[in-house]
């Protein structure tokens, strides 16, 4: 008797995901990875989360021995993607001592974060740059940084890889009433400039609004303080919450009862904030800064100068009494968001790129 011939399948491969301090963070940029960690087996590949030191972008001696120990219990030849919060501060002599297909994930380069000294700002630049070089692919998550990083950074672009944060599909918020509910959704740092939103917020109190801003108050305590400073200095502790970070149930909930989503982030290097408001067809008040041009329409939200909170009360102001204005923003943002890529589409973006190193290892 004869057997049918067995089906010969491939082993799926693996790869490591090198990402400093903890994946349970609530960020944008930890939640990109545990999302793509979800997602990567869609795209054929398992992926296996490897813990770095917390101390990065600025580690310590003991955190670079602890990182070179880390990567020393990874298979050789092996792929490994790893966060741009530890790769850019990597030292190439480091990451040559390694038979492992590198690729960088870059949010946004190390040196646009805001904030920073002149001297941190060339450090980080020329630390990332090098780094960059030794990288056999570059994975980006917008069109913005992608060309950041050719201009400045001399990347090639055939070494980047665009995989754009996914969103999910929800239902479309419908407002609490009877005022105008406003959402924020950002840690308070500097770089997302509650400040300004406050300053502004201030020149609308004829208007019937109230604002919750969501994210940690833990990540800044001295921006903490000071946003805290000013709300009471403008007399908004009746208006403006103080949330903190929610999980995904409440702020779902949050995005639900919310009627406009305003943030003036000084930079963003892909914003998932804002995907997550189109999706729910929030219309969007925001700062023309990064690749925040590139995450909303033009056609649903309403894009000032950053650091200007006379025009952001100003476009609040036409969004918030302009019911007509408002409504069209709200259909375009619905509309946009109901064709943004989901975390499989970016899975298998990765998974390109991830593929390419490999099979250029091979012999």
């Not at 999910?168 to 500097?190: E, F, M, Y």
């Not at 919310?258 to 914003?271: A, K, N, Q, T, W």
């Not at 995907?275 to 000032?304: K, N, Q, S, Y």
């Amino acid at each position: 008797m004869r057997w049918p011939p067995m089906k010969r399948t491939l082993p799926v491969p693996d790869v490591w995901f090198a990402i400093p301090g903890d994946l349970t963070t609530l960020t944008g940029g930890y939640a990109y990875a545990r999302r793509l960690m979800a997602a990567l087996p869609s795209a054929g590949w398992i992926p296996h989360h490897l813990p770095l030191p917390t101390e990065f972008p600025t580690p310590s001696a003991n955190a670079l021995s602890a990182t070179r120990s880390i990567l020393s219990a990874v298979p050789a030849g092996a792929a490994i993607l790893v966060d741009g919060l530890a790769f850019g501060v990597l030292p190439p002599k480091m990451l040559a001592e390694f038979d492992l297909g590198f690729v960088a994930l870059v949010h946004h380069p190390l040196a646009a974060e805001t904030g920073l000294s002149e001297s941190e700002v060339k450090r980080f630049k020329d630390c990332e740059r090098a780094a960059l070089a030794v990288a056999r692919a570059v994975v980006v998550t917008s069109r913005h940084t992608l060309e950041t990083l050719v201009s400045d950074y001399g990347v090639a672009r055939g070494k980047l890889c665009l995989a754009s944060p996914g969103t999910d599909q929800a239902a479309r918020a419908r407002g609490a009433g009877p005022g105008a509910k406003l959402l924020t959704v950002a840690t308070l740092t500097h770089r997302k400039a509650h400040n300004v939103l406050i300053a502004a917020l201030a020149r609308l109190t004829d208007l019937d609004w109230s604002c919750d801003f969501v994210g940690s108050l833990d990540r800044d305590p001295r921006i903490t303080t000071n946003v805290r400073a000013l709300i009471k200095s403008c007399g908004l502790e009746a208006r403006v919450r103080l949330l903190g970070e929610l999980q995904d149930a409440v702020l779902g909930a949050a995005y639900a009862g919310s009627d406009i989503f305003v943030l003036p982030s000084r930079f963003e290097g892909y914003g998932m904030v804002f995907a997550e408001a189109l999706a729910r067809g929030l219309p969007i008040v925001a700062c023309a800064a990064g690749a925040v041009t590139e995450t909303v329409p033009a056609d649903a939200g309403v894009l000032v100068p950053v650091d200007n909170p006379a025009a952001l009360a100003e476009a609040l102001r036409r969004v918030l009494t302009d019911a007509g204005y408002r409504s069209r923003l709200s259909d375009a943002a619905w509309d946009h968001g109901r064709r943004l890529p989901t975390w499989s589409d970016t899975a298998a973006q990765v998974g390109q790129a991830l593929g390419q190193v490999v099979r250029s290892s091979l012999p």
